[in-house]
């Protein structure tokens, strides 16, 4: 019986590592993204059994936000966010007219689990700093400004186009000031 003897030069498991390392740098690194979507205040319409009656109500807009973050790793992420919520409106049978403007901006962690190739799930949870300003409009007009520091968490998926390029749809929602997102951006990655 033969031996056989294997011999491997320092060069080649130089050369193995360091291809391996580009495979690996692309779980860390920085991304930016948008998105656009819809949003609700969800108690907005809501009287709270107070004898007022609504002659009209919209509790949903358009909304958008502006991200960015690092990822640490494959599965670990911390992102910043600006997030405009858009408006709501109200009016009461007693002619008085109400209406809302809410944008926040905060830092979340985000978890994520990728469940086929290029798709991922996530989850995440931060805190923002929300600023909502509610004008009444008639009669004698005026505005209260509310700001709040709020737990804010969402989950969402994501599908990479490319290396570098994915879509996004995500759910969100915020604590104290009761408003939720659904939208749709995309992200890239650095």
């Known amino acids: ?24 740098a692309q779980d860390r690194g920085a991304y930016l993204g948008g998105a656009f979507g819809q949003s609700t205040f969800k108690e907005w319409c809501d009287t709270g059994g107070s004898p007022i009656t609504l002659a009209s109500c919209e509790d949903t807009d358009s909304a958008w936000k502006a991200f960015g973050g690092y990822r640490f790793g494959p599965n670990f992420a911390l992102e910043g966010s600006y ?15 109400v209406a809302a403007n809410q944008r926040s901006y905060g830092l979340a962690a985000v ?58 749809a995500e759910w969100e929602n915020t604590e104290k000031l009761k408003v939720q997102m659904l939208s749709v951006g995309v992200e890239y990655r650095f």
């Open 111 to 168: 978890g994520s689990l990728e469940v086929a190739p290029r798709f991922s799930l996530f989850g995440k949870v931060g805190f923002l700093m929300t600023e909502q300003e509610t004008r009444r409009i008639t009669p004698n007009p005026s505005t209260f400004d509310r700001d709040e520091t709020e737990l804010h968490y969402g989950l969402g998926a994501k599908y990479g186009l490319t290396q570098n390029l994915a879509l996004r």
């Open 83 to 97: 997030i405009e919520w858009g408006d709501a409106s109200a009016a009461t049978s007693t002619a008085v007219s």
């Open 1 to 24: 019986m033969k031996k056989c003897r294997v011999i491997v030069a320092p060069g080649a498991v130089i050369a193995a590592l360091a291809s391996s390392g580009p495979v690996a």
